[in-house]
Nanobody, 124 residues
Framework: QVQLVESGGGLVQTGGSLRLSCAAS????????MGWFRQAPGKERDFVAA????????DYADSVKGRFTISRDNAENTVYLQMNNLNTDDTAVYYC?????????????????WGQGAQVTVSS
């Protein structure tokens, strides 16, 4: 079956960096566009970043643009989220997701598979 497994979360101070990884199995990774979403306590799940299956096109939420970078390694079936200059508003559970559709990368409902999430906590 399809599995998406996030890793790399943790506790970091304001201004610090973390890199999340999401290892995919059970699917042909290069066929899937990938995304990262996050959900803070009591809030909805929000779009963070997305990357085309080729790795050529990326998209970011305004709140993370210039600080976060999404990338992928199709040979390793892995998508990454490099997070720099973190602040307390970035505290959330981060989820990676996979979708076949070429459209709607910012919409959670367009994604076919989800990981279990990784906690990121930024302390002040």
């Amino acid at each position: 079956q399809v599995q998406l497994v996030e890793s790399g979360g943790g506790l970091v101070q304001t201004g610090g960096s973390l890199r999340l990884s999401c290892a995919a199995s059970g699917l042909i990774f290069s066929y899937y566009n990938m995304g990262w979403f996050r959900q803070a306590p009591g809030k909805e799940r929000d779009f963070v970043a997305a990357i085309h299956k080729s790795g050529g096109n990326t998209d970011y939420a305004d709140s993370v643009k210039g600080r976060f970078t999404i990338s992928r390694d199709n040979a390793e079936n892995t998508v990454y989220l490099q997070m720099n200059n973190l602040n307390t508003d970035d505290t959330a559970v981060y989820y990676c997701a996979a979708r076949v559709s070429s459209y709607g990368g910012r919409w959670a409902t367009r994604y076919d598979y989800w990981g279990q999430g990784a906690q990121v906590t930024v302390s002040s």
